[in-house]
């Protein structure tokens, strides 16, 4: 768990864990440089709770935090949890029976439930929705490219996986669905116990809001380079279902990246007949003559519009497209 500047919500925060019914744990809190109480407030929980680690590791970002607390556990499962949150009292036993009970799965998460001091805005709720809609190894697998799929503090991994992939990493895009990308790209498998475990805050002052490694050019770059160097690799063609924003942004970042895009789909009679990035713009009903030119493709479908992708999908379904085979969303 690292810390940073988090006085106010702390002791919730421990409260919840040292509740747990799973009594066999450390927490491995790594103060990332505070200049509040946190420092004072994690030394007198560990005098009360040996359980309790505090690490000191100066100002050194989040990123380094985690790899230092990952580096100080000692358990065969880490879970990840963050000081502005609060776990459900049964979260380390159910998540670790998960573990015990499947030997295939090497990360479970949990459902969520976000809360915060006010109301909780639209946007987080559909992100909730559709993170609790996926549950089982082959619903994360298939949506894996969407957003990312498992809630960081959510999740429980086997410590021997998480360091063989060597960790975290910085490289000005999200830490977390970095870390889920390289996951899936090793044949690591997800699933969660469908369960709301995790209180989720929801606040102005998250990092996802004010650091700019979670914009969304920086989740689009991460999906771009984990698309080349997975799906779209041995492929001799690529479409994008979306000539829109999205669709645009998404091939920006794949042809900087060195891969052509042969052709757009789009439903806009004002965009269809164009060219996009020299590829171009199609309506649906020339589809499958645009993949029918190649003998492998791949088509990513980059449409962000709500409800969107629940269409595209029956298109593609119709046309006789299996999706993760022929397609994968992407927004």
Request: proline fraction near 5%; include cysteine.
């Amino acid at each position: 768990m690292p810390v940073y500047n988090a006085a106010g919500t702390l002791p919730d925060a421990l409260k919840s864990i040292t509740g747990q019914t799973l009594a066999d744990f450390e927490v491995i809190a790594v103060d990332d440089g505070s200049d509040d109480d946190s420092g004072m407030i994690l030394e007198a929980w560990r005098r009360g709770d040996r359980r309790i680690k505090p690490v000191n590791a100066g100002r050194v970002g989040l990123v380094e935090a985690l790899n230092r607390g990952l580096s100080v556990c000692e358990g065969t499962y880490v879970a990840r949890m963050d000081a502005d949150d609060r776990m459900h009292p049964s979260r380390l036993a159910r998540q670790a029976e998960l573990l015990e009970s499947r030997p295939d799965i090497s990360v479970a998460g949990s459902l969520v439930e976000t809360f915060a001091d006010g109301s909780v805005g639209e946007g987080m709720k559909i992100y909730e929705a559709w993170l609790n809609s996926l549950v089982e190894p082959e619903d994360i697998a298939r949506e894996i490219y969407i957003e990312s799929p498992v809630a960081h503090p959510s999740a429980m991994v086997r410590r021997d996986d998480f360091v063989k992939l060597g960790g975290y990493r910085d490289l000005g895009w999200p830490e977390d669905y970095d870390l889920w990308l390289r996951c899936h790209a090793a044949g690591l498998r997800f699933a969660k116990v469908p369960e709301v475990l995790l209180y989720w805050r929801e606040h102005d002052g998250r990092l996802t809001r004010t650091d700019s490694r979670y914009s969304v050019e920086n989740f689009l770059r991460v999906k771009a380079r984990f698309l080349i160097d997975g799906p779209l690799d041995g492929r001799d063609g690529l479409i994008v279902w979306g000539a829109g924003q999205t669709g645009r942004r998404l091939s920006k970042h794949l042809v900087r990246m060195g891969r052509t895009v042969d052709a757009f789909v789009d439903i806009s009679p004002r965009k269809i007949g164009g060219i996009l990035r020299g590829a171009p713009v199609i309506g649906p009903g020339g589809l499958m003559d645009a993949w029918s030119r190649h003998s492998r493709p791949m088509l990513v479908v980059a449409v962000s519009s709500r409800g969107a992708r629940k269409l595209i999908r029956q298109a593609l379904q119709g046309m006789g497209l299996a999706e993760v085979d022929d397609y994968l969303c992407a927004a």
